[in-house]
């Protein structure tokens, strides 16, 4: 916890030195000149053609193609509107504030291969898989949360802006659990002496580490939309008072938009093979492969929710914040099956050790 807690610093500081100036005189550069085209294109008697097409979130994008009479020449503006270009990232231009993400990442790696030794010796502590309970399930999650992320980097995908709320939930999660549900290391109660142990709760906590990483994506989707919007009505501060340089360096709302959706409808299948696994092991170790136990239960309310929630995006009047919200519902459902189910409830599934 002590090199994430330092990775942690090391992104805040990534954010705190980010370029702010750059940013705004680079903005200004691309204004100024996409007026000097115009401008031209309207003294040499340019015939426009304008189309109007449905935008993410309610919005529309004007597409403006501009032919020059006389050369023949043709000038193009982007489908994408102002408020639609993706920011440079939590460094923005400073390469102070790009070292500082770079030590945080190396630091997360780090972290990384630090946790998940400590995950294989307490399962090899016991000699079985190491996620028989919340304490051991909470570890994994943490992992898992972080190998996508820094998964993501190493695939060249510009997502160091996800590193902070990443390493802040690793850290959190790890709180919980070593302050909160840690149990010594045991043998399986004999319900879970079962192959279907490694492929339903390893599934498990992969589906549960993308989905926090939707549910980012959509928080912040929400965030830059509102930024966007008061950017429009000629605000000059985020959300909530926020420095409007967090949101400049962020990517688009549509980004965010789309990549939670796109993760979401990417775990979707495999959550529902979880559920399917569990009910297999179910039947093998109980004689039954549904029960309407209260994990079973919510476990398929999250699943109706995460349902909804694609079935909406996918619906030309659900898109945007409407279809956000309803992502956010889906987490908080599959939230509560994992800690509240666990704590509050008893069940079939009461093997937690708290």
């Given at each position: 916890m002590v090199v994430y807690t330092l990775a942690m610093f090391a992104?805040?500081?990534?954010?705190?030195?980010?370029?702010?100036?750059a940013i705004a005189v680079r903005s200004n550069a691309a204004a100024a000149s996409l007026s000097e085209t115009v401008a031209t294109a309207?003294?040499?008697?340019?015939?426009?053609?304008?189309?109007?097409?449905?935008?993410?979130?309610?919005?529309?994008?004007?597409?403006?193609?501009t032919a020059v009479a006389g050369e023949g020449a043709t000038v193009v503006t982007s489908g994408r509107g102002a408020d639609e270009v993706d920011g440079p990232g939590a460094a923005g231009t400073s390469e102070r504030a790009d070292l500082a993400g770079r030590i945080a990442v190396s630091l997360s790696v780090l972290a990384l291969l630090l946790h998940g030794g400590g995950i294989v010796a307490r399962g090899l502590s016991v000699s079985r898989w190491p996620w028989g309970n919340m304490y051991e399930f909470s570890c994994a999650f943490a992992f898992a949360m972080t190998a996508s992320y820094l998964a993501l980097l190493a695939w060249k995908k510009n997502v160091r802006w996800l590193g902070l709320p990443v390493v802040l939930a690793a850290l959190l999660t790890l709180g919980i659990a070593?302050?909160?549900?840690?149990?010594?290391?045991?043998?399986l109660v004999p319900a879970l002496h079962s192959p279907w142990l490694a492929i339903h709760v390893s599934t498990a906590i992969f589906c549960g580490g993308a989905f926090y990483a939707a549910f980012i994506a959509t928080l912040l989707y929400l965030g830059k939309d509102s930024f966007e919007r008061r950017t429009a009505a000629g605000l000059t501060t985020g959300p909530l008072g926020t420095s409007a340089s967090i949101w400049r360096r962020l990517p688009a709302a549509s980004t965010f938009d789309k990549l939670s959706y796109r993760i979401n409808a990417l775990v979707f299948p495999l959550w529902t093979f979880t559920i399917?696994?569990?009910?297999?092991?179910?039947?093998?170790?109980?004689?039954?492969?549904?029960?309407?136990?209260?994990?079973?239960?919510?476990?398929?309310?999250?699943?109706?929710?995460?349902?909804a929630y694609l079935h909406?995006?996918?619906?030309?009047?659900?898109k945007g914040r409407k279809a956000a919200y309803l992502a956010l519902a889906a987490f908080a459902c599959w939230l509560f099956n994992y800690y509240g189910v666990n704590i509050f409830v008893t069940g079939k599934h009461s093997y937690a050790g708290v």
């Open positions: 992104h805040m500081i990534e954010w705190t030195f980010g370029s702010k100036g309207s003294t040499k008697a340019a015939k426009k053609v304008t189309v109007t097409v449905a935008g993410t979130g309610g919005r529309t994008t004007t597409l403006t193609r070593t302050s909160l549900l840690y149990t010594e290391s045991d043998q399917i696994a569990g009910a297999v092991w179910a039947e093998a170790a109980w004689g039954k492969y549904w029960e309407w136990d209260p994990k079973e239960t919510w476990s398929f309310i999250t699943w109706v929710a995460y349902a909406a995006r996918a619906t030309a009047g659900w």
